[in-house]
């Protein structure tokens, strides 16, 4: 399940960062240190181990021979010394509860010295019981505050985010599909699905009736079980040693496979709707296949488009699979073709180490050539005002240019553009002059402060900037962290249509922003979309599948996605905003 190492490091370098984060300003570098250290392990794409062996270790982003030596420490001892010093001086329980709305490192600091509280059961109680209200700066406001913080982080300490749910999902369906005795294995449920978290995951597997005891011991025997909670003839349900989730396993015969996938896919409203529709049909929808209700004769089982045409119905995408018009749209078959990955030409956000990725904008390239086809990249590091994101100065810009063009005149092809992730200032300017922004093929502005008032106005007024091509992560929400700022959605909207601007779905796994819904109510008033997974690391490229995945939720065909164009086509999209500045259209 992974690189059990390197998670166990990635985990104790983010509790070194949130220590730090705790101290205070004066610790600040050495919280994005060992920030920087944290994600850098999470992104190797070999076990540490290799590195040691290879004595690679120092040649990674962000691990110098200081940190290098604790990491060589923790493999020989299982321990960081300088990591045990540092719990002992911190309310080391709290320290998760900094990023929940309505608490932050001062908050939680007041309240540990005036009410020695030091665990987040307690803070919960002196929540409730009017404690903390009667400290000074906190009442009844910023009470209420931190309990719908706690109400929104409760989304991800019951249920895994998409892209977790997918990583543990796949490795286990990978491991299953190794099984000699197995002839078919698929994620099930909302997994399936593709919600944007996940409960239990399940999967369906296919074999022979006299195979099934020997499917359920080896998934029950295996070493990532660490619970075996049932254990029958056709399913097994264990909690997963390493976080604790329970992972669901259906068994069914091979004949059954395709009513038995559209079954325990769902949705619950969709599988109703379809059994009602069946049934006025003269037939009766079972995970075991569709059955005429007269003869009880079985009419299809062994794939799901056999049972949605025995019904006269298109074959509907799992992602669609959620009463929302799709059955009726599948009668008369007129579903869209929904937008695949492999309809992406290139990915419109990413950032390298002038700002805070962790890699070269070099390695990145070889990255993604070597790994998708992609037609072009565009770099977006952050402007000056993101201080914590190491944002960019003039001078710095101007460099970055100027690298950028090197790149492409030795791959002799226009393939990494310039771009940048431009902030939108408190009152609506951005970061940079527009003739410094002039110089950039792609502009995408976001909003990274001031997350508690009204930004309706703050983005329609980047959105009318000529400039400007795309609004990044429009709502700037983090699932299970913090909600959507104020923002009228539809304003928005309304601006970005007759703007030219693009709104973006940021495939980042705690962002997934925008939404499906929303994203769903842009296409449908002509707004266009771009999918990108914003990533600061290489192994981050990957989360393209969960923007595509949002997409594909939405509704969206291929031609809603600006980045499933060419370069030539997007520039005739940011030409036709100067043209529309130009008469004075918006």
């Not at 698929?186 to 020997?214: N, Y």
């Not at 990532?224 to 669901?248: C, H, P, W, Y």
């Not at 699932?479 to 928005?492: L, M, N």
């Amino acid at each position: 399940m992974g690189f059990k190492k390197n998670m166990e490091l990635v985990k104790i370098f983010m509790e070194m960062s949130n220590i730090y984060k705790y101290k205070g300003a004066e610790e600040r570098f050495r919280c994005l240190a060992y920030l920087k250290a944290s994600k850098m392990l999470a992104s190797l794409p070999k076990n540490i181990s290799t590195y040691l062996q290879n004595d690679t270790l120092e040649g990674l982003s962000g691990i110098g021979e200081g940190m290098a030596g604790k990491i060589k420490e923790y493999i020989r001892t299982g321990k960081i010394k300088k990591f045990e010093e540092l719990k002992k001086g911190v309310p080391f329980e709290l320290l998760d509860m900094m990023d929940i709305t309505g608490f932050g490192t001062q908050s939680l600091k007041n309240i540990h010295e005036k009410l020695h509280i030091s665990t987040k059961e307690e803070i919960i109680e002196a929540l409730h019981n009017g404690s903390i209200a009667k400290i000074k700066g906190f009442g009844k406001t910023k009470v209420n505050k931190m309990l719908v913080g706690l109400k929104i982080h409760k989304t991800i300490e019951e249920r895994l985010l998409l892209w977790d749910a997918l990583e543990v999902g796949e490795t286990v369906l990978n491991w299953l599909r190794q099984i000699p005795e197995i002839h078919n294995a698929e994620l099930a449920g909302s997994l399936r699905r593709r919600k944007e978290t996940i409960g239990d995951i399940d999967i369906l597997v296919s074999c022979d009736e006299r195979a099934r005891k020997i499917v359920v011991k080896h998934f029950a025997d295996t070493d990532f079980a660490g619970q075996v909670l049932v254990k029958g003839d056709t399913m097994v349900s264990i909690i997963l040693k390493e976080n604790g989730r329970q992972v669901d396993l259906r068994i069914v015969n091979e004949d059954e496979w395709g009513s038995a996938l559209l079954y325990f896919t769902g949705s619950k409203e969709h599988s109703v709707h379809l059994r009602t529709i069946a049934k006025e049909k003269g037939f009766k929808i079972s995970e075991y296949g569709i059955f005429s209700i007269k003869t009880g004769k079985r009419i299809a089982s062994k794939t799901e488009k056999d049972i949605y045409s025995t019904l006269g119905f298109q074959y509907i995408p799992p992602e669609l699979r959620e009463d929302k018009g799709e059955i009726e749209l599948g009668q008369k078959h007129k579903l869209p073709e929904l937008i695949n990955e492999n309809d992406i030409a290139g990915d419109m956000q990413m950032h390298s180490i002038y700002s805070d990725g962790l890699n070269t904008m070099e390695a990145i390239v070889h990255h993604v050539r070597k790994n998708y086809d992609y037609k072009y990249i565009v770099i977006t590091d952050h402007s000056r005002s993101s201080r914590i994101a190491h944002g960019m100065d003039k001078k710095r810009v101007l460099q970055q240019l100027h690298e950028i063009r090197s790149i492409n005149k030795e791959l002799d092809e226009d393939y990494v553009k310039a771009g940048i992730e431009v902030d939108i200032l408190p009152d609506g300017g951005l970061d940079f002059s527009d003739e410094l922004l002039a110089e950039f093929d792609w502009v995408t502005a976001s909003i990274h402060s001031r997350f508690n008032i009204d930004n309706t106005d703050r983005i329609i007024k980047a959105c009318e900037n000529p400039f400007v091509n795309c609004i990044g992560h429009p709502t700037g929400r983090l699932i299970g962290k913090r909600e959507s700022y104020q923002i009228d959605f539809e304003k928005v909207m309304e601006t970005a249509k007759y703007t030219n601007t693009a709104l973006e779905i940021n495939a980042q796994p705690d962002r997934m922003d925008l939404n499906e819904i929303l994203a769903k109510f842009a296409v449908e008033r002509g707004v266009m979309l771009s999918i990108s997974t914003d990533s600061h690391a290489l192994k981050n490229f990957e989360f393209m599948k969960l923007g595509v995945s949002i997409a594909r939720r939405a509704w969206c065909k291929k031609g809603d996605v600006l980045n499933t164009r060419s370069w030539e086509e997007i520039n005739k999209f940011k030409l036709l905003k100067f043209e529309k500045k130009l008469k004075h259209e918006y």
